[in-house]
């Protein structure tokens, strides 16, 4: 069974902080992905990963970065959080592919709340 | 831009109805449209996805509906239950033949009542 975890479901930093988000899989995926889930937008990709060191922006990288030091991790880091990135934040992993369908498997989302 | 369009944003539904969520879409490259189901507190899950050489695709009380000249499609939920109660979300790939990412619908709440 795919388990994506997250290091935390829910927290509060204040604007200016230095904010680092963890995700850990557990069935060796290459690919990995932080979306950000806000009600009427969906979810929108933050970042992708597709290797160790190896990352792609998304849609909405502004005010993030990311680090993929091994493959199993991949940390969402926002510099100096800002009140408009409170969110829910969800990681993803799926293994590669190009000629089959892909499934993304989900962690459980951290709810940042920036004062 | 989004690349994936969904509606309703909200539905409620009596137990032993059909609920339908509807996406359209405007890139005529995707091929592979999967809908992910999330529970309160929880992450998606993928719970049924379909390519366009069928027009219909079904498991369980669950049916994805495709009409390829209309650019759309659609989940169909038959004899709907309390436990279907979750936010759905349509997906498309975000490129021909690119399977690892996708773009995703602005989500369904869906409240279904006993």
């Known amino acids: 069974d795919v388990k994506v975890t997250q290091s935390s479901r829910y927290l509060v930093k204040r604007t200016g902080e230095k904010v680092f988000l963890e995700c850990v899989q557990d069935?060796?995926?290459?690919?990995m992905f932080w979306y950000r889930q806000d009600p009427g937008l969906g979810l929108r990709l933050i970042y992708f990963?597709?290797?160790?060191?190896?990352?792609e922006k998304g849609d909405i990288p502004e005010g993030y970065s990311v680090s993929r030091e091994k493959k199993e991790r991949f940390s969402l880091i926002l510099e100096s959080a800002s009140t408009n990135q409170t969110s829910m934040y969800l990681c993803?992993?799926?293994?590669?592919?190009?000629?089959?369908?892909?499934?993304?498997?989900f962690g459980p989302g951290t709810r940042l709340t920036v004062l | 831009q989004q690349q994936v369009k969904q509606s309703p944003q909200s539905l409620i539904v009596q137990k032993g109805g059909i609920s339908i969520i509807n996406c359209a879409y405007e890139n005529t490259a995707f091929d592979y449209f999967p809908w992910y189901q999330q529970f309160p507190g929880k992450g998606p899950a993928l719970l049924i996805a379909i390519r366009p050489d069928v027009s219909e695709k079904k498991e369980g009380r669950f049916t994805i509906s495709f009409n390829k000249s209309a650019k759309q499609f659609s989940l169909h939920i038959m004899d709907s239950q309390p436990g279907d109660s979750a936010t759905y979300f349509c997906?498309?790939?975000?490129?021909?033949?690119?399977?690892?990412?996708?773009?995703f619908g602005s989500g369904t709440k869906l409240n279904v009542k006993p």
């Open positions: 069935m060796d995926h290459e690919n």
């Open positions: 990963s597709y290797d160790v060191k190896m990352k």
């Open positions: 997906a498309a790939p975000r490129g021909r033949y690119n399977f690892n990412k996708f773009y």
């Open positions: 993803a992993s799926s293994r590669p592919t190009s000629y089959e369908y892909n499934e993304q498997f």
